[in-house]
């Protein structure tokens, strides 16, 4: 251990940020009701429309992975227009 780091006490923490891509497919014909939805959850820090398979890329951030997978599963993929998704959990290299 470093002598020279400073100590933290049990009760302080170190919070990481989980950070992901959500890859969207959207329904033709839905996409402003669909984005301004999308738009208002709190984890989404970026959004990016995209030409290819997918229509957008969600930049999310959340505490902590189950709460990333409890967001895509139970809000983003239960909003009416969102055909599919992909979550891409990243990491610093």
């Known amino acids: 251990?470093?002598?020279?780091?400073?100590?933290?006490?049990?009760?302080?923490?170190?919070?990481a940020m989980v950070t992901g891509l959500v890859l969207v497919k959207l329904m033709p014909g839905k996409?402003?009701?669909t984005l301004s939805k999308l738009k208002a959850l709190?984890?989404?820090?970026?959004?990016?429309?995209v030409f290819g398979r997918?229509?957008?890329v969600l930049d999310m951030e959340t505490d902590?992975?189950?709460t990333l997978?409890?967001?895509?599963?139970q809000e983003i993929r239960c909003i009416p227009g969102v055909l599919t998704t992909e979550t891409l959990v990243t990491t610093s290299l």
Request: no cysteine; charged share 30%.
């Open 1 to 15: 251990m470093d002598e020279n780091a400073p100590r933290r006490s049990s009760s302080q923490e170190i919070k």
């Open 31 to 33: 996409e402003k009701q």
């Open 42 to 49: 709190k984890s989404v820090v970026h959004m990016s429309a």
């Open 54 to 56: 997918w229509d957008l």
């Open 64 to 66: 902590d992975l189950p």
């Open 69 to 73: 997978s409890n967001i895509v599963v």
